[in-house]
């Protein structure tokens, strides 16, 4: 079933990835999501291809596209009075409000949680924050890269011991990870509402959603004597366990097992890796024997998959039961057979930029890929729509122009 939040409306005032993206994925669910940007500046995102993010090929601004794919553009100078009664029009028509803007924004642009309640007290408003909405620094700023990487922990658990930089995470990691935090937030409150008669207030902060992916860790560092990480580091050569652990190809690929009951998958591994003696190996006969003598064991598959291309590896595993999988590339995702059968890269029909994919999100209803309606919006490109939609006579919409307050 497609279109599973058709009839939801959503009133974006958001810029960057971590909120907007939410607003993509409700997109994709059926939501119709209005973004609200400035009528000459827009989206900071959009200034990002100014700074070689923008592709070479059809002029697709990537970053855009991907976390504002399906929605529409209003231009609105929310600092104009004009442009800030326009917004609260809007939000009277919406069943959310969504927004990153920081705290002393909101209060200065009159959009924060009373100022739009003022006008539609059945709305849910939705923040998406860096720290959360308490404490000192609430009111302060936040990428994915500090709020989420950095301070939430990641970084930290994820650089070597004794690397001379700290290992940085790709483009808006954490922001994706947080919208769809975001989403899911928002389904239940509506899900609520729906129950209780109450729109709540929802916060969502990229330091607590750090803190929910390294929940393991976080748990564990005060519970285990001497603190430190809940899984132990290990050299790949100590590996505690020689199938779970990754291994070169002949090709200078790598893999990865991992086999976490390891005594269910030992036989049928050794004999998919042409090497049956090892079943009756003394040293590897159960896990405690691998654990000892582990060094030894990673010694041998190490030749082993040394031995053979990944190609060949994908062939020989084709049947084995043990979980495993190649390091693959994102431009190998693109064909991923898996990938392609579930349709988690739809094409997208860009008109005058062509036709690129973009990645679906993560959830489907019945087995249907998701169906992305329409790719990025331009800047302000639904404006007129959609102030006539509201009942405002083209004669408003020339004078709304001709102040300012709309692009």
Same mark, same amino acid.
């Given at each position: 079933?497609?279109?599973?939040?058709?009839? @939801?409306?959503?009133?974006?005032?958001?810029?960057?990835?971590?909120?907007?993206?939410?607003?993509?994925?409700?997109?994709?669910?059926?939501?119709?999501?209005?973004?609200?940007?400035?009528?000459?500046?827009?989206? &900071?995102?959009?200034?990002?291809?100014?700074?070689?993010?923008?592709?070479?090929?059809?002029?697709?601004?990537?970053?855009?596209?991907?976390?504002?794919?399906?929605?529409?553009?209003?231009?609105?100078?929310?600092?104009?009075? #004009?442009?800030?009664?326009?917004?609260?029009?809007?939000?009277?028509?919406?069943? @959310?409000?969504?927004?990153?803007?920081?705290?002393?924004?909101?209060?200065?642009?009159?959009?924060?949680?009373?100022?739009?309640?003022?006008?539609?007290?059945?709305?849910?408003?939705?923040? &998406?924050?860096?720290?959360?909405?308490?404490?000192?620094?609430?009111?302060?700023?936040?990428?994915?890269?500090?709020?989420?990487?950095?301070?939430?922990? =990641?970084?930290?658990?994820?650089?070597?011991?004794?690397?001379?930089?700290?290992?940085?995470?790709?483009?808006?990691?954490?922001?994706?990870?947080?919208?769809?935090?975001?989403? &899911?937030?928002?389904?239940?409150?509506?899900?609520?509402?729906?129950?209780?008669?109450?729109?709540? @207030?929802?916060? !969502?902060?990229?330091?607590?959603?750090?803190?929910?992916?390294?929940?393991?860790? !976080?748990?564990? $560092?005060?519970?285990?004597?001497?603190?430190?990480?809940? =899984?132990?580091?290990? $050299?790949?050569?100590?590996?505690?366990?020689?199938?779970?652990? $990754?291994?070169?190809?002949?090709?200078?690929?790598?893999?990865?097992?991992?086999?976490?009951?390891?005594?269910?998958?030992?036989?049928?591994?050794?004999?998919?890796?042409?090497?049956?003696?090892?079943? #009756?190996?003394?040293?590897?006969?159960?896990?405690?024997?691998?654990?000892?003598?582990?060094?030894?064991?990673?010694? !041998?598959?190490?030749?082993?998959?040394?031995?053979?291309?990944?190609?060949?590896?994908?062939?020989?595993?084709?049947?084995?039961?043990?979980?495993?999988?190649?390091?693959?590339?994102?431009?190998?995702?693109?064909?991923?057979?898996?990938?392609?059968?579930?349709?988690?890269?739809?094409? *997208?029909?860009?008109?005058?930029?062509?036709?690129?994919?973009?990645?679906?999100?993560? @959830?489907?209803?019945?087995?249907?890929? *998701?169906? =992305?309606?329409?790719?990025?919006?331009?800047?302000?490109?639904?404006?007129?729509?959609?102030?006539? #939609?509201?009942?405002?006579?083209? #004669?408003? =919409?020339?004078?709304?122009?001709?102040?300012?307050? *709309?692009?």
């Amino acid at each position: 079933m497609q279109g599973m939040m058709q009839g @939801v409306k959503v009133l974006e005032v958001a810029q960057w990835w971590f909120v907007p993206a939410a607003g993509a994925v409700l997109a994709d669910w059926g939501a119709d999501v209005i973004k609200v940007e400035h009528p000459l500046t827009g989206d &900071g995102q959009r200034g990002l291809a100014a700074v070689g993010f923008k592709s070479t090929e059809g002029n697709v601004d990537f970053m855009m596209q991907q976390s504002n794919r399906g929605k529409r553009s209003v231009g609105i100078d929310l600092a104009h009075p #004009e442009g800030r009664e326009l917004l609260y029009a809007l939000a009277e028509q919406c069943d @959310v409000f969504l927004t990153n803007f920081l705290p002393d924004a909101r209060e200065r642009l009159e959009i924060d949680v009373e100022h739009i309640r003022a006008r539609n007290p059945n709305i849910i408003y939705v923040r &998406g924050h860096g720290h959360g909405p308490k404490g000192p620094d609430a009111g302060k700023g936040g990428y994915d890269a500090t709020a989420f990487w950095s301070r939430g922990g =990641i970084a930290h658990m994820l650089t070597p011991a004794g690397l001379e930089n700290p290992v940085m995470q790709r483009a808006a990691f954490g922001d994706s990870i947080g919208a769809m935090t975001v989403a &899911g937030g928002i389904a239940a409150a509506l899900f609520g509402r729906e129950r209780t008669g109450e729109a709540p @207030v929802v916060d !969502i902060s990229l330091l607590n959603t750090a803190m929910w992916v390294l929940a393991p860790d !976080i748990v564990a $560092s005060k519970l285990i004597e001497g603190g430190g990480s809940f =899984i132990p580091k290990f $050299s790949r050569k100590q590996a505690p366990n020689p199938v779970g652990n $990754s291994y070169k190809t002949k090709d200078g690929r790598w893999l990865l097992l991992m086999m976490l009951q390891p005594d269910k998958h030992w036989a049928d591994f050794c004999r998919h890796i042409d090497r049956p003696d090892l079943i #009756e190996d003394e040293r590897f006969a159960d896990s405690p024997a691998r654990f000892k003598n582990r060094e030894a064991a990673i010694g !041998i598959l190490d030749e082993i998959f040394a031995s053979r291309t990944l190609d060949e590896w994908r062939q020989q595993f084709a049947s084995m039961e043990g979980p495993w999988a190649p390091m693959q590339s994102a431009e190998e995702l693109h064909d991923d057979v898996q990938v392609l059968e579930n349709g988690y890269l739809p094409d *997208i029909d860009g008109a005058d930029k062509g036709h690129f994919k973009l990645v679906a999100s993560p @959830v489907q209803f019945d087995e249907a890929p *998701i169906e =992305i309606g329409s790719p990025s919006p331009e800047m302000g490109q639904h404006t007129e729509a959609v102030l006539l #939609e509201m009942g405002v006579e083209w #004669e408003q =919409i020339a004078a709304l122009k001709e102040s300012g307050a *709309i692009n």
